[in-house]
């Protein structure tokens, strides 16, 4: 990192620190045209340092800066765990907004750090709290991080993720994205038996995200072959043409 490029993160620094609210607000709209003329180690650094501010900035603008680094993730390997600790102790302020920000960036986390526990452990405290910010964030970061490392993410949240999918209206957007989740391989029978019956046994309630429902289960019974059978004839109950998913099977 350069001479000049350090300078200007440490002059936003300072005004993420001492500044008012506006100049705090200024410094952070300055952060993407200096991300732009940074190499991608230099911008993994910034992501770093700016987490240290999470709890004196409480702006949307520092999440989309996040955002903004995403793509240069792979250097964030390095700094993984120090950024877990330190965006726990935002987490650990109680504050749902701070809560929010910080589940969205551990989803990006993710990204560039497999199996990071403690960040899989707060999105499974969040995904069974009742508020919605906090929970809404919990499951977008619980859909980044089952890609990384489903196995480690579904043995954590699936309990809280059926219980919140049950409980959510109709109307939620998250129910599908919750199902989204679940259908990806944890590595456990048992587990993915219990998801599907779970789920299973909210055809009947769901009647605006039906076809993302059957697709889950689909995929489910597609890996355990004891689930073919139960999962022909839950379909058929319940009116679905099963003959593309019997061929699936054959």
Same mark, same amino acid.
């Given at each position: *990192?350069?001479?000049s490029?350090?300078?200007?993160?440490?002059?936003?620094?300072r005004?993420?620190r001492?500044?008012?609210?506006?100049?705090?607000?200024?410094?952070?709209a300055?952060?993407?045209?200096? *991300?732009?003329?940074?190499?991608?180690?230099?911008?993994?650094?910034?992501?770093?340092?700016?987490?240290?501010h999470?709890?004196?900035?409480?702006?949307?603008?520092?999440?989309?800066?996040?955002?903004?680094c995403?793509?240069?993730? *792979?250097?964030l390997?390095?700094?993984?765990e120090e950024?877990?600790?330190?965006?726990?102790? $935002?987490?650990?302020?109680?504050?749902?907004?701070a809560?929010g #920000?910080?589940?969205?960036?551990? &989803?990006?986390?993710?990204?560039?750090?497999t &199996?990071?526990?403690e960040? $899989?452990?707060r999105?499974?405290?969040?995904?069974g709290? @009742?508020? @919605?910010?906090?929970? @809404?964030?919990?499951? #977008?970061?619980?859909?980044k991080?089952v890609?990384?490392?489903?196995?480690?993410?579904l043995?954590a $949240?699936?309990?809280?993720a059926?219980?919140?999918?049950?409980r959510?209206?109709?109307?939620?957007?998250?129910?599908?994205?919750?199902?989204?989740?679940l259908?990806?391989?944890?590595?456990?029978?048992?587990?993915?038996?219990t998801?599907?019956?779970?789920?299973?046994?909210?055809i009947?309630?769901e009647a605006v995200?039906r076809?993302?429902?059957?697709?889950?289960?689909t995929?489910i019974?597609?890996?355990?072959?004891?689930l073919?059978?139960?999962?022909l004839?839950?379909?058929?109950?319940?009116?679905?043409d099963?003959a593309?998913?019997r061929?699936?099977?054959?």
């Open positions: *990192m350069g001479d490029t350090f300078d200007e993160i440490f002059e936003i620094e005004k993420l001492t500044g008012t609210p506006d100049i705090q607000a200024v410094a952070l300055s952060i993407p045209l200096l *991300m732009s003329n940074c190499a991608p180690l230099s911008v993994s650094n910034l992501f770093f340092r700016l987490t240290s999470f709890l004196t900035v409480r702006d949307p603008a520092i999440v989309q800066t996040f955002r903004l995403a793509p240069y993730s *792979m250097h390997g390095l700094h993984a950024m877990v600790r330190r965006l726990g102790v $935002v987490w650990d302020s109680n504050d749902v907004r809560r #920000m910080v589940l969205c960036i551990y &989803g990006w986390l993710a990204d560039g750090c &199996g990071v526990a960040a $899989v452990w999105v499974q405290q969040s995904m709290r @009742e508020g @919605e910010e906090e929970y @809404e964030a919990a499951v #977008m970061a619980a859909q991080m890609q990384v490392d489903p196995q480690r993410v043995s $949240v699936a309990d809280n059926l219980a919140l999918y049950c959510l209206g109709q109307y939620s957007f998250l129910r599908p994205k919750i199902l989204q989740v259908s990806f391989p944890s590595g456990d029978c048992n587990l993915e038996k998801i599907f019956y779970t789920l299973a046994a909210q009947s309630q995200f076809t993302v429902l059957f697709e889950t289960l995929s019974a597609l890996r355990i072959e004891s073919a059978l139960p999962c004839d839950i379909f058929t109950q319940h009116g679905v099963t593309n998913i061929s699936a099977y054959q």
